[in-house]
């Protein structure tokens, strides 16, 4: 079976190619990205319109799955911390400019989201401080569409305990990893974090589906 992934991300590609490969054994299961998908042909990016992670993800699956007349895997991921009720959320990657796009590169954008997270926790004691990655996967194309949702559960740190890591990007050197709080996100293994991760948890989820499928 050969999925397109809603991402032209080649990272974010052998990230999934990897961790699925493990959860679909044999080669059942093919993913391929946006890039390989329409082999140079224009797509059209849909409008993340959705309140949610959940619409999101399936308005990215729908809208791919419908231009390539294939299978399409999609997921919306983003942070929620608990003292902020919720948010960032379906804004995390433009929670700097509250969800407007704004031409900034990815790296300005994260320097910019991680200053004012800190900055709306200000006094906000470690212990309120409880957070969780979320990935939301929809898959369309195979029948009924089939939605999972993953979570990564810790808090955010206070200013001098955190930022820490080089092995994340966006939040993860703010992230401190439950139940011990010791390590951030971005100071974890690569294969330990694909263990614990959001997404890696909503690919076990999938991967039960798929292996169903294949």
């Known amino acids: 079976m050969e999925i397109v992934l809603a991402t032209a991300n080649p990272h974010k590609v052998e990230e999934m190619r990897s961790i699925f490969g ?71 990657s433009h929670f700097c400019t509250d969800g407007r796009e704004t031409g900034m590169s990815r790296g300005e954008r994260d320097r910019a989201n991680n200053l004012r997270l800190l900055k709306e926790l200000e006094g906000v004691p470690p212990q309120r401080r409880t957070a969780r990655f979320v990935c939301v996967m ?28 080089a092995n994340g990007f966006g939040y993860d ?8 709080y010791l390590h951030t996100s971005a100071e974890l293994a690569v294969a330990e974090k694909n263990r614990l991760s959001h997404r890696a948890a909503a690919a076990r989820l999938m991967a039960d589906h798929l292996r169903h499928l294949a």
């Open 173 to 180: 050197p703010l992230f401190l990893v439950a139940p011990e």
């Open 22 to 92: 493990s959860l679909v054994p044999g080669g059942a299961v093919r993913l391929i990205g946006l890039d390989e998908a329409f082999g140079g042909r224009p797509l059209q990016e849909p409008a993340e319109t959705g309140a949610t992670f959940e619409e999101n993800a399936a308005i990215k699956a729908a809208a791919y799955a419908r231009q390539t007349g294939r299978s399409c895997l999609a997921d919306d991921s983003g942070l929620e911390v608990d003292a902020l009720g919720g948010r960032p959320g379906v804004i995390s």
């Open 138 to 165: 929809c898959l369309q194309g195979t029948g009924k569409p089939v939605s999972v949702r993953g979570t990564f559960e810790g808090r955010i740190g206070v200013p001098g305990e955190v930022p820490r890591g």
